[in-house]
């Protein structure tokens, strides 16, 4: 549809004068309704990501003579270096070498974690590109999905190597860092920039958010309510025996609840999900490359995010040991923040702007995906390799994260927002950050995870 006849059916819908026999402005209408539909309907996470983008010149890819090359210099172009983290990038091949060679663990680790920053933000991007030609619904079913592949991989690798301290930590501090860290700076730097405008947002997300968050504590805090009361009477061994079963129980519950919530979100409430863009953007979001170029980079780059998964789930121990931090801290501060640095810059970007919904669909969506969907899922694929994962993540990590969701939704209740919201739930991140950096227990005096007698005591791992 040209400018034209875009502007022609625009003024006939303002002025109610669509005949009912012209239907070819009518196909052309609604063509346009649903590319619109398309484009508004991107999720925060998407929109959070795509500031960290740069348009690609294609005038050298212009001048490359065979077409076949051509095509693949401009996916290059547009997969490798249409990221302002490109510069992150070689990280990746640096960790193989590094691996290769047998450097030191730490570097690995490093490396490792530096080279997943760009890659979280691309398959942001390729799922997007997808989403382009499937449709929004599809491309909301690869968010659900997709939206934490990095976190999901990593527990995917430490839960087969039975690190199941290291799952435990990384997916609670992601809960925290959405929830506390990206929530509140982007609260506070969205507060101090309009300072002079009134901060609203659409409540109808956080509530829903907030009631399924307070569903995945209560299912946390069961097993360790249940623990602490069966203990005195059937011995240690019986209660972690029940403990893990209603674990398993309250997982199969928790994402029936998360396919519950993926319909309510994509079907039959999906206007409260859309992240809506003030007309500041005169072109069209539109699939720079093609469906199955996207599909092939989205495969590849899900098997380098495996690759460094691995080495950072078998060098953490070394690169707590050799920076005297405990493995505690760096799989709930560290991980959780350089993985999503680029959704993390998007979101503040956002709230600078008074976009506080686009910033609220990120930290409230991820830290839902998280808890409801990767947690359950991790404990049942724990159950089907025979390991002894369940939701008792011990009394600090499950205090902090029942403070951390109370605070978050009474934070959220009155719609409105302003910059001493945001300082204090960034302080409460900083006392929770401080907590685990002080807990250093040695990993060689806590022997009872290793033989699988006491599953329940995988978060005293530090």
């Not at 399924?212 to 069966?230: E, K, N, V, W």
């Not at 863009?277 to 989205?298: M, P, T």
Request: include cysteine; proline fraction near 2%.
């Amino acid at each position: 549809m040209d400018s034209q006849e875009r502007s022609n059916w625009n003024c006939n819908l303002e002025n109610g004068d669509v005949h009912e026999d012209d239907t070819r402005n009518d196909d052309k209408g609604s063509s346009f309704k649903d590319i619109a539909s398309s484009i508004n309907g991107r999720s925060a996470h998407n929109l959070s990501s795509s500031v960290l983008r740069k348009k690609s010149d294609l005038m050298l890819v212009s001048k490359v003579r065979f077409q076949v090359l051509r095509s693949l210099v401009a996916n290059l172009q547009e997969v490798i270096l249409g990221t302002k983290l490109a510069i992150l990038f070689p990280a990746i091949p640096l960790a193989i070498i590094t691996d290769f060679y047998g450097f030191g663990r730490p570097w690995i680790f490093a490396l490792s974690l530096l080279g997943l920053t760009p890659l979280a933000e691309r398959v942001s991007f390729l799922t997007e590109q997808i989403a382009y030609v499937t449709g929004p619904t599809v491309g909301g079913l690869l968010n659900a999905t997709c939206g934490n592949a990095t976190e999901l991989i990593i527990a995917m690798f430490a839960l087969h190597q039975n690190k199941i301290h290291v799952v435990k930590y990384s997916l609670l501090g992601s809960v925290l860092s959405n929830l506390l860290l990206v929530l509140g700076s982007s609260l506070l730097c969205g507060g101090l920039a309009n300072l002079k405008k009134e901060q609203r947002y659409d409540r109808k997300q956080a509530d829903v958010n907030s009631q399924l968050l307070l569903l995945g504590l209560l299912c946390h805090m069961l097993p360790l309510m249940f623990r602490y009361a069966a203990a005195g009477g059937k011995g240690a061994a019986g209660a972690s025996d029940y403990t893990l079963q209603l674990s398993r129980a309250s997982s199969i519950v928790m994402l029936i609840a998360y396919i519950a919530y993926i319909v309510f979100q994509l079907k039959t409430h999906r206007q409260f999900f859309e992240a809506q863009e003030e007309d500041e953007e005169d072109e069209e979001e539109k699939a720079v490359i093609g469906f199955w170029s996207a599909f092939c980079w989205l495969v590849g780059m899900t098997l380098v995010i495996a690759l460094l998964s691995e080495y950072v789930v078998g060098t953490i121990e070394a690169a707590s040991s050799s920076w005297g931090i405990s493995v505690s801290f760096i799989s709930v501060i560290l991980l959780p923040i350089v993985g999503n640095a680029a959704e993390h810059a998007g979101s503040i970007i956002f709230a600078l702007k008074n976009k506080l919904d686009i910033s609220l669909g990120v930290a409230l969506g991820s830290a839902t995906q998280i808890s409801m969907f990767v947690v359950p899922l991790c404990v049942l694929v724990s159950w089907a390799m025979g390991n002894m994962m369940d939701l008792d993540f011990s009394l600090i990590e499950t205090g902090s994260l029942a403070f951390t969701i109370l605070i978050t939704t009474f934070t959220l209740q009155d719609g409105t927002s302003h910059y001493m919201k945001g300082a204090i739930l960034f302080l409460c991140y900083i006392v929770i950050g401080a907590c685990f950096f002080v807990q250093k227990i040695p990993l060689s005096e806590t022997v009872v995870e290793k033989v699988g007698l006491a599953p329940s005591l995988g978060g005293l791992v530090a």
